[in-house]
């Protein structure tokens, strides 16, 4: 009998992961960073679920400011706190 491989596969990133990485991306750009000030739409072939849950746990984020636009977008907008 043969044994089982003790390689193992990777998991796939859910489609929550992979939006979460886009809009990541995007945040973590210069040009976003500098501004402290985004634009963000949800792709067509991202889950209206998986964007609600995003909108929800970014509201939660201390400094942070949703402002809801037309057409499944929102525009973030940041104060980065002195320590």
Known sequence: MAKPSKKTEARQP??????????????????????????????????????ARFLEEVAEAENVRVQHIEGDGVRLTWTVSAD
Do not use: C, F
């Open 14 to 51: 859910s489609s929550y992961e992979l939006m979460g990485g886009r809009i990541q991306k995007i945040i973590n750009s210069p040009k976003a960073q500098r501004a402290r000030d985004v634009t963000i739409h949800r792709l067509p072939d991202e889950s209206a679920t998986d964007w």
